[in-house]
């Protein structure tokens, strides 16, 4: 009888531990799911996250693009800089169009070509200077001096007569004398302008097959948006600042003077009236020519 109580008793025992050793198992089982179900809805919960941030930055890029300048401008953090292959002078500046003036200067070079390069130097201004060539030898050091200190040497014939220039009705005279002061030139400073100004102008004297020939002749031909009428107001520099004052008003002025002694009086004040207004000073330069002939001729 104890025997069989003993036996009972210890398979009771086994039993018991063995159910203990199943719900362990089990419990074990349970959480090992669990923890798996938390990692896996962890990572689908960060995947959705990280999709919708980058979802909202595309719709966000899509809708309002960063300005221009924040793409085109490099960083000072090593990011590659974008340089355009070619630059052009913009016609704005911070949202500003910009105003040029070109000071021009007829039937020099004279006495008073020194006098004016001062007063241009003092304003930080250069000019295009059209010259008679009859006058170049008496003056040679004067011409030297204004293309060393940047303005233009351009042409303005030979003779500056208007009978010799135009009369015949052929541009046969005409270039001649342009062709023979440009020779000059080149001897005299070693520069070869291109950039003429007929004498009185190209209208009405010069059509369309006389400038025809002045083009193939290889010459670029300005004439003036605004006449100060100096060469008529001598003695009155006012005048001549008032005449100025009065003109001007194009983005682009292209300013005919001469070299006279009212004119060497009246250019400190015109200077001052052009930077007041907002121009700069800008002189004829071969490698950007544009047309400002009374014509509107392309060839020249």
Same mark, same amino acid.
């Given at each position: ?37 938390? +990692? ?24 309002? %693009? @960063? @300005? ?16 355009? &292959? ?28 020194? !006098? ?21 030898? !008496? ?6 001096? #204004? +293309?060393?200190? /940047? ?33 000059? +030139? ?6 070869? %302008?291109?950039?003429?100004?007929? @004498?009185? /102008?190209?209208?009405?004297?010069? /059509? ?18 605004? &006449?100060? #009428? ?6 009155? %520099?006012?005048?001549? $600042? ?5 003109? $001007? ?14 004119? +060497? ?8 009236? #052009? =930077?007041?207004?907002?121009? =700069?000073?800008?002189?004829? &330069? @071969? ?14």
């Amino acid at each position: 009888m104890r025997v069989q109580q003993q036996t009972a008793g210890e398979n009771g025992g086994i039993a018991s531990r063995t159910s203990r050793t199943k719900t362990h198992k089990r419990r074990r089982i349970r959480y090992g799911r669990l923890s798996a179900a938390l +990692v896996l809805l962890a990572l689908i919960i960060t995947g959705l996250t990280y999709a919708f941030i980058g979802m909202t930055h595309w719709i966000k890029g899509y809708v309002a %693009p @960063p @300005p221009i300048a924040a793409i085109e401008q490099p960083t000072k953090l090593g990011m590659i800089e974008m340089t355009p &292959d070619v630059k052009e002078e913009p016609a704005r500046f911070q949202g500003q169009v910009r105003k040029l003036a070109y000071i021009t200067f007829d039937d020099g070079p004279s006495e008073y070509t020194e !006098q004016l390069l001062d007063i241009l130097k003092e304003h930080e201004a250069k000019a295009t200077f059209f010259m008679i060539g009859r006058q170049l030898n !008496q003056h040679k050091s004067a011409v030297e001096r #204004l +293309v060393q200190e /940047g303005s233009y040497p351009g042409l303005h014939s030979m003779t500056h007569n208007y009978n010799t220039l135009y009369k015949s009705g052929s541009s046969a005279n005409f270039v001649k004398e342009f062709k023979k002061e440009q020779k000059m +030139v080149q001897d005299l400073i070693g520069f070869t %302008p291109h950039l003429i100004r007929a @004498p009185y /102008g190209s209208s009405p004297q010069i /059509g369309e097959s006389f400038r025809g020939d002045i083009a193939a002749a290889g010459f670029k031909m300005w004439d003036w948006t605004t &006449d100060s #009428l100096d060469w008529n107001l001598p003695g009155q %520099p006012d005048k001549i $600042v008032a005449r100025v004052r009065k003109s $001007v008003h194009r983005d682009k002025e292209v300013i005919l003077m001469h070299e006279r002694e009212q004119t +060497v009086q009246a250019l400190p004040r015109i200077l001052k009236l #052009l =930077e007041d207004r907002g121009y =700069e000073f800008e002189v004829y &330069d @071969p490698n950007a020519h544009w047309t400002a002939n009374f014509s509107g001729d392309t060839r020249l």
